[in-house]
């Protein structure tokens, strides 16, 4: 999902050997990615990103968002150490090869902690005047591990008082795609995989990590994020490229969590063949101290 939405740093920690990674990057940057748009724009909208802007975004994987803001004017830098495969991606779109008239000398894509943003002397970058983890928390138990502290080092590197954005799943009842995740949570742990939303009680709890990160939290705001798609086949793969089926295929089997997969989706597939599942996601406007 998006991410869309959605945590894939288990799959990475330990690769299940049925899962083809590239081929999953592919497929989130061709498919899934794009749901996300919605609260991408809306995000850009309300801080008036610009050429005034310089963003650095966590977990930016094929880098989608980064695209956005650059198209706006903004100077982007993106990090993602959990996913080389969808960072090849993101390099491809923002970095072409010297000479190349699309070439962005303001973007930076790289694949170290967000330590290692330093200038080629070894001083620090000028500082960031916005922060984003679009990835959104609140779908699995755990998905926010380790967050708040990766909020903590990047906003280290922002100017005092800039924004810093997270996002979450909606209420279960308003994400369609609540019912699909259940196939991974009953093919990989029964028990420890909620629905979106319904996360220890918090519903998707950005105040809580915005907390532990030492920011200040300064407004949210829900977006319909619908995920649509051309055909069941596409559902399938788009849903696969999240990564959230991963540990399910490595406890059971790839063609069993496809056929499980299919049957859930079936239910929202229209009468044209094709796809969609209504999903509303909320983001948290931060700011650092």
Same mark, same amino acid.
């Given at each position: 999902?998006?991410?869309?939405?959605?945590? /894939?740093?288990?799959? =990475?920690?330990?690769?299940?050997?049925?899962?083809?990674?590239?081929?999953?990057?592919?497929?989130?940057?061709?498919?899934? %990615?794009?749901?996300?748009?919605?609260?991408? %724009?809306?995000? +850009?909208?309300?801080?008036?990103?610009?050429?005034?802007?310089?963003?650095? !975004?966590?977990?930016?994987?094929?880098?989608?968002?980064?695209?956005?803001?650059?198209?706006?004017? !903004? *100077?982007?830098?993106?990090?993602?150490?959990?996913?080389?495969?969808?960072?090849?991606?993101?390099?491809?779109?923002?970095?072409?090869?010297?000479?190349?008239?699309? *070439?962005?000398?303001?973007?930076?894509?790289?694949?170290?902690?967000?330590?290692?943003?330093?200038?080629?002397?070894?001083?620090?970058?000028?500082?960031?005047?916005?922060?984003?983890?679009?990835?959104?928390?609140?779908?699995?138990?755990?998905?926010?591990?380790?967050? !708040?502290?990766?909020?903590?080092?990047?906003?280290?590197?922002?100017?005092?008082?800039?924004?810093?954005?997270?996002?979450?799943?909606?209420?279960?009842?308003?994400?369609?795609?609540?019912?699909?995740?259940?196939? @991974?949570?009953? !093919?990989?742990?029964?028990?420890?995989?909620?629905?979106?939303?319904?996360?220890?009680?918090?519903?998707?709890?950005? %105040?809580?990590?915005?907390?532990? @990160?030492?920011?200040?939290?300064?407004?949210?705001? /829900?977006?319909?994020?619908?995920?649509? +798609? @051309?055909?069941?086949?596409?559902?399938?793969?788009?849903?696969?490229?999240?990564?959230? #089926? $991963?540990?399910?295929?490595?406890?059971?089997?790839?063609?069993?969590? $496809?056929?499980?997969?299919? %049957?859930?989706? =079936?239910? +929202?597939?229209?009468?044209?063949?094709?796809?969609?599942?209504?999903?509303? #996601?909320? +983001?948290?406007?931060?700011?650092?101290?």
């Amino acid at each position: 999902m998006t991410p869309t939405l959605v945590r /894939r740093r288990a799959a =990475h920690a330990g690769p299940a050997p049925q899962v083809d990674l590239r081929a999953r990057a592919r497929d989130w940057s061709e498919i899934q %990615e794009r749901m996300l748009v919605p609260l991408y %724009e809306a995000v +850009y909208e309300r801080l008036e990103v610009g050429s005034g802007t310089r963003l650095l !975004a966590l977990d930016c994987g094929s880098g989608l968002a980064l695209l956005m803001a650059a198209s706006r004017g !903004a *100077a982007v830098t993106g990090v993602d150490p959990a996913s080389p495969e969808r960072l090849d991606l993101a390099r491809q779109r923002l970095l072409p090869p010297a000479g190349d008239t699309r *070439a962005r000398a303001d973007a930076r894509v790289l694949d170290g902690p967000v330590e290692d943003l330093r200038r080629a002397d070894g001083s620090p970058a000028p500082a960031y005047t916005l922060v984003t983890a679009f990835e959104p928390i609140g779908g699995l138990t755990g998905d926010a591990d380790g967050l !708040a502290g990766r909020l903590a080092a990047a906003t280290h590197l922002a100017e005092r008082g800039a924004p810093v954005v997270l996002a979450g799943w909606g209420p279960p009842e308003r994400c369609a795609t609540s019912s699909v995740l259940r196939v @991974a949570a009953r !093919a990989a742990d029964p028990g420890a995989v909620p629905a979106p939303g319904a996360r220890d009680g918090l519903r998707d709890g950005l %105040e809580e990590v915005a907390r532990l @990160a030492g920011l200040r939290p300064d407004g949210s705001g /829900r977006v319909a994020c619908p995920f649509g +798609y @051309a055909d069941l086949d596409s559902a399938v793969r788009g849903m696969l490229s999240t990564g959230l #089926f $991963d540990a399910a295929i490595e406890a059971s089997d790839h063609h069993q969590v $496809d056929k499980e997969l299919t %049957e859930a989706l =079936h239910g +929202y597939q229209r009468s044209d063949g094709t796809v969609w599942m209504p999903n509303v #996601f909320r +983001y948290l406007i931060a700011r650092t101290r």
